[in-house]
């Protein structure tokens, strides 16, 4: 008869600390928790504060005859603003100004960033300093730019000074903000000057993503550098591309602060947008509720357009 003799439980090999007990890692995984929780908190109610709580108001507001100061309390309207809005020419011709600078800034600014993120990406001396200069617009701010661009498209200002000097006097540059020919492609110009930039980074940051034995292999079969883009650099962008694409024209239908400052959306309703549309008849007419109403219209606009940005340029199986 063969009796079983117990042992007892090894102890730890020497330099090797002993494995932390169940309940101790539960306790930091709980004290890890709450304090996730509690740094997340302040940018939530934020979030809450600023985004959440004003798009549910305006929702409700957009079917109210409510006004920004008024003795009398704001009542149901019903579609009477969405009635209004879609009669009322100014708000169509902003969708006229606000298509016409998505279509041209878009493609513009993706492509001018995408060209300039190729060439700060190559391995030679002074990439750094380029990629600050072209970012340095980025980090100054709209209404700075938009005042500093404001006195050089002055009729005395510095550009048509360049083009007097240029042409010896021969062309005389145009008023170009209180002309309706070149009010909007100014505005244009700036606004693209002022944000490819941001965009290059992100193009960069896509590109350092692409693996270097692919342009390496390409070197070895002798491919020609446009093969190269097409068959290595622009697939390996496909998620960056949808990404740079959805913010350009986010960005880009939210055009205001440039308005704002330089043209009032003038002359002749010429730069006038959807945005600068719900801020005036909001603020300077205290029509809130008309103003709600075009905020609202604008906001599915914008999400359709998202979408359908978003299903084309999807990834296919």
Known sequence: MTSTIE???????AGRP???????????????????????????????????????LAFGLAFTNARLISPYPATF??????????????????????????LVVVPLQA??????????????????????????????????????????YRQDGLINVIIDRVTFGLVTGPDWL????????????????????FHMIIWLSGLQTIPADLYEAADLDGVSPWQRFRYITWPGLSA?????????????????TQISVMTQGGPLNSTTTVVYEAVESGFAQQETGYASAISLVFFVIVLLISVVQRFLSREKA
């Open 18 to 56: 002993a494995r932390p007990s169940r309940p101790k890692r539960d306790r930091t995984s709980k004290t890890e928790n709450l304090a996730g929780l509690a740094m997340l908190t302040p940018a939530v109610l934020l979030l809450a504060l600023f985004i959440f709580v004003p798009a549910i």
């Open 178 to 197: 209180n002309d309706t020919t070149t009010s909007m492609p100014a505005i244009i110009l700036m606004s693209v000057w002022q944000g490819v930039g």
């Open 77 to 102: 309207v019903g579609l009477d603003n969405f009635v209004r809005l879609f009669a009322d020419a100014a708000f169509f011709r902003a969708l006229i100004n606000v298509g016409y600078f998505a």
């Open 240 to 256: 960056t591309r949808s990404l740079i694409l959805v913010t350009i024209t986010i960005q880009a239908l939210s055009l205001f």
């Open 7 to 13: 042992r007892p439980p090894a102890a730890p090999a």
């Open 111 to 152: 492509g001018l960033a995408l060209v300039m993120a190729i060439l700060v990406n190559k391995k030679v001396r002074g990439t750094t300093f380029f990629r600050t200069v072209y970012f340095l617009p980025v980090v100054t701010s709209m209404v700075v730019v938009s005042l500093l661009w404001l006195f050089m």
